[in-house]
């Protein structure tokens, strides 16, 4: 196959020439899966089957709904939100890029905290944005004095947080996220994607009263529906009007958007599994704090962030080899010497305390 010369590849954006592609690192075949903040639990068999059964009934010839119009009616039932307000994506991570062709202007500013999901600084520079970064507290926790000051100087169209914030784990109390939304002119993303491990309550009610902010979900966490695709962002129907606009067609297909409406209707199960991870997460939590040697960071969602005095490079490479996967945080600067576990099943929890005891 012919190459193309650097001429012809230099016409390709120099924003994105200059990203990396989001790959999730060392990702080796283990029984313990503990790095992607994914749910344990995969749906019922019965459940599973159901949806099979379900499936033969679609037309895999005819394209889906523009836009999944029932499962944007159950997502409005499920949140309370009107349905007008609600757009669905493919992942919340699609509705990120959504969120950049729709508020990113070239050389234009946008706030964001640090540490926090590196997609939305990779998202903001490939449409042309300015990343203006804001520091954390020594806790990591989000210095929300510096992010007011941010916004005041910059007055972005624009100012993201996620809470609980992935890779920390911490989220913002109510009165924390109500200064920004004051604070903003411009959009105040919250990206809620665990909100439902947060004992803390959601921003939702700020809907009512903020039409600035934009509250951004997902099934992949709490639902346990991470290979299936399914996020969603709740806002004024209005701005929600103007963002259709820039949505591609087509984005969530028919056997995704029935799994989702059929998953919305078994709250049970996932009121259940929330518990689980909820107690699995404490106990994880629980049983690190007791190892010595271990620094364990306090967490509200269903992960957790812990330094040995090891190299966690080699840690994790040990950790591996005894069938645990966990994350290297360490390409987060404020992160360095960190790796993150999420809260597994019971024998997942055992089989990374055993390995981690043997490896420190
Ligand atoms: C803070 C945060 N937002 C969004 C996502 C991605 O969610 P989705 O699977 O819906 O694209 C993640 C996934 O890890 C996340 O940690």
């Known amino acids: 196959m012919k190459s193309p010369d650097t001429r012809l590849l230099g016409r390709i954006r120099e924003q994105v020439r200059a990203e990396k592609p989001y790959l999730v690192p060392g990702a080796r075949r283990v029984p313990h899966?503990?790095?992607?903040?994914?749910?344990?639990y995969d749906l019922p068999l019965a459940l599973k089957k159901e949806l099979l059964e379900a499936f033969l009934d679609i037309p895999f010839n005819r394209y889906p709904d523009e836009q999944p119009t029932e499962l944007v009616q159950a997502l409005s039932q499920h949140t309370g939100h009107p349905a007008g307000g609600i757009l669905v994506g493919n992942g919340s991570n699609e509705l990120t890029h959504t969120l950049g062709l729709c508020f990113v202007r070239d050389g234009e500013p946008v706030v964001v905290p640090r540490p926090m999901f590196a997609l939305f600084e990779s998202v903001i520079r490939l449409f042309g944005g300015r990343v203006v970064p804001v520091a954390p507290l020594p806790s990591l926790a989000f210095d929300t004095d510096s992010l007011v000051t941010a916004i005041q100087a910059e007055k972005p169209d624009l100012t993201i947080v996620a809470s609980p914030n992935n890779p920390t784990g911490l989220a913002m109390s109510a009165a924390d996220i109500l200064r920004l939304a004051n604070a903003s002119d411009g959009f105040l993303v919250v990206d809620e994607a665990y909100h439902e491990f947060n004992p803390q309550p959601s921003a939702q009610h700020?809907?009512?009263?903020?039409?600035?902010?934009?509250?951004?979900?997902?099934?992949?966490?709490?639902?346990?529906?991470?290979?299936?695709?399914?996020?969603?962002?709740?806002?004024?129907?209005d701005v929600v009007t103007d963002m259709l606009k820039a949505r591609l067609p087509f984005m969530v297909d028919r056997l995704t958007d029935i799994t989702g409406q059929t998953l919305l209707g078994h709250a049970d199960l996932i009121r259940e599994r929330v518990a689980a991870i909820s107690a699995s997460i404490r106990e994880l939590t629980g049983a690190l704090q007791q190892m010595d040697g271990v620094d364990v960071r306090p967490t509200d969602t269903n992960f957790v962030l812990f330094k040995c005095q090891s190299d966690p490079g080699a840690l994790l490479e040990n950790l591996a080899d005894d069938g645990v996967l966990v994350r290297n945080m360490g390409g987060y600067p404020e992160l360095r010497g960190y790796l993150r576990v999420n809260a597994g099943t019971p024998s997942e929890n055992s089989a990374f305390l055993t390995a981690l005891t043997r490896h420190l």
């Open 33 to 40: 899966k503990l790095n992607q903040n994914e749910s344990p």
């Open 206 to 237: 700020l809907l009512e009263t903020h039409p600035n902010v934009i509250i951004l979900r997902t099934l992949s966490k709490a639902f346990g529906l991470a290979g299936l695709r399914i996020g969603y962002l709740m806002a004024h129907p």
